[in-house]
Nanobody
Framework: QVRLVESGGGLVQAGGSLRLSCAAS?????????MGWYRQAPGKQRELVAS???????NYADPVKGRFTISRDNAKNTVYLQMNSLKPEDTAVYYC?????????WGQGTQVTVSS
């Protein structure tokens, strides 16, 4: 079993920054391959924001390229999302996800609100 605990969301003005963290607590054996962040705005589908593999290969959605940076600490089973130059359209609930080829786990979500 994997339990994900997210932190770092909040309210920020446009142009500001936030850093999200997601720590995975693992009971038993689970090898994490990909760690990622998704977001879901009201009335919209959940979408990928950024992901990072165990080999540190990163992938970003076009709207966040150049503004967001994903990183991970494998020793701590933790993934981070540094969000800079935030825009009102970044407002959403942000979800952490970890997976391997067999299983996928989600965090409970953390609200990010960017005011104009």
């Amino acid at each position: 079993q994997v339990r994900l605990v997210e932190s770092g969301g909040g309210l920020v003005q446009a142009g500001g920054s936030l850093r999200l963290s997601c720590a995975a607590s693992i009971s038993g054996f689970f090898s994490i391959d990909v760690m990622g962040w998704y977001r879901q705005a009201p009335g919209k589908q959940r979408e990928l924001v950024a992901s990072i593999t165990s080999g540190s290969t990163t992938n970003y959605a076009d709207p966040v390229k150049g503004r967001f940076t994903i990183s991970r600490d494998n020793a701590k089973n933790t993934v981070y999302l540094q969000m800079n130059s935030l825009k009102p359209e970044d407002t959403a609930v942000y979800y952490c996800n970890v997976k391997n080829r067999w299983y996928s786990y989600w965090g409970q979500g953390t609200q990010v609100t960017v005011s104009s």
